[in-house]
């Protein structure tokens, strides 16, 4: 494992942004994993800035997302899919036909998960996958649990997780309590993975996946198995490592 340990968010970002500008330059039809999150905004909007200055073109990457939540429209504000739009996709010069987030409102979750096992599995799995890191260890939304969910799966989601995401809800809106996630064993087919992580709150994270037991109560603690992963990091997030 790689780490990068930068001054600050931005310093971080702009890093981030680096390995993945030089992947899809390396490689123009590059697939793409992706994550939402506060973290990897920063790097997308430096992506934008690369973008639309024409220093690379996402005309021919494909992009998979990591999860969704359950019961939201893709037109829903706080969907995945609106999220990525908006901080992402509507302002490089991707085809959206080639972005691709689980399907919230699927009526049978069982066949979507599925249908997003095959879809990630006929693109190639991802060249690069973006990773953040939620404070009870968790990566996508595989949750701490007893078991590692190689599948795309439903899950239920924990009170901290549910906590951190509300910020992102308006006031009285519900926080969804379960989403539909890709499973370590996508995440883990990855040829590269990148990883950012920010702030205080989550260096104990960051200790217990690098530095503790591989066990699915730490979910990114697998990470230790992968043999190119990439640790983009402030100096705070890093305190432990």
Same mark, same amino acid.
């Given at each position: 494992?790689?780490?990068?340990? !930068?001054?600050?968010?931005?310093?971080?970002?702009?890093?981030?942004?680096?390995?993945?500008?030089?992947?899809? *330059?390396?490689?123009?039809?590059?697939?793409?994993?992706? &994550?939402?999150?506060?973290?990897?905004?920063?790097?997308?909007?430096?992506?934008?800035?690369?973008?639309?200055?024409?220093?690379?073109?996402? &005309?021919?990457?494909?992009?998979? /997302?990591?999860?969704?939540?359950?019961?939201?429209?893709? =037109?829903?504000?706080?969907?995945?899919?609106?999220?990525?739009?908006?901080?992402? $996709?509507?302002? *490089?010069?991707?085809?959206? =036909?080639?972005?691709?987030?689980? /399907?919230?409102?699927? !009526?049978?979750?069982?066949?979507?998960?599925?249908?997003?096992?095959?879809?990630?599995?006929?693109?190639?799995?991802?060249?690069?996958?973006?990773?953040?890191?939620?404070? /009870?260890?968790?990566?996508? $939304?595989?949750?701490?649990?007893?078991?590692?969910?190689?599948?795309?799966?439903?899950?239920?989601?924990?009170?901290?997780?549910? !906590?951190?995401? &509300?910020?992102? $809800?308006?006031?009285? !809106?519900?926080?969804?309590?379960?989403? *539909?996630?890709?499973?370590?064993?996508?995440?883990?087919?990855?040829?590269? *993975?990148?990883?950012?992580?920010?702030?205080? /709150?989550? &260096?104990?994270?960051?200790?217990?996946?690098?530095?503790?037991?591989?066990?699915?109560?730490?979910?990114?603690?697998?990470?230790?198995?992968?043999?190119?992963?990439?640790?983009?990091?402030?100096?705070?997030?890093?305190?432990?490592?």
């Amino acid at each position: 494992m790689r780490i990068y340990r !930068e001054k600050d968010y931005t310093a971080l970002s702009r890093r981030a942004a680096n390995l993945i500008s030089a992947e899809i *330059i390396r490689k123009p039809d590059s697939v793409l994993g992706l &994550a939402t999150g506060g973290t990897p905004v920063g790097t997308y909007s430096q992506l934008i800035e690369w973008n639309q200055k024409g220093d690379f073109s996402f &005309a021919e990457v494909k992009t998979v /997302n990591l999860d969704e939540y359950q019961g939201l429209l893709p =037109e829903h504000p706080q969907s995945y899919r609106c999220f990525m739009q908006e901080k992402f $996709f509507d302002h *490089i010069d991707i085809k959206k =036909e080639n972005t691709f987030v689980p /399907n919230g409102e699927a !009526e049978d979750m069982e066949a979507e998960c599925a249908r997003y096992d095959e879809l990630v599995r006929s693109l190639g799995y991802a060249d690069l996958q973006l990773l953040g890191l939620g404070r /009870n260890g968790h990566i996508g $939304f595989n949750e701490p649990s007893d078991f590692f969910h190689k599948e795309t799966h439903l899950v239920d989601l924990t009170e901290s997780t549910i !906590e951190a995401n &509300a910020r992102f $809800f308006g006031e009285g !809106e519900s926080v969804p309590r379960r989403a *539909i996630t890709m499973g370590v064993g996508c995440i883990m087919a990855a040829r590269r *993975i990148v990883m950012v992580v920010s702030g205080a /709150n989550k &260096a104990e994270a960051v200790r217990d996946a690098l530095l503790g037991a591989i066990t699915p109560r730490c979910p990114a603690s697998i990470l230790q198995l992968h043999n190119d992963v990439v640790l983009v990091g402030d100096e705070e997030a890093l305190a432990y490592v």
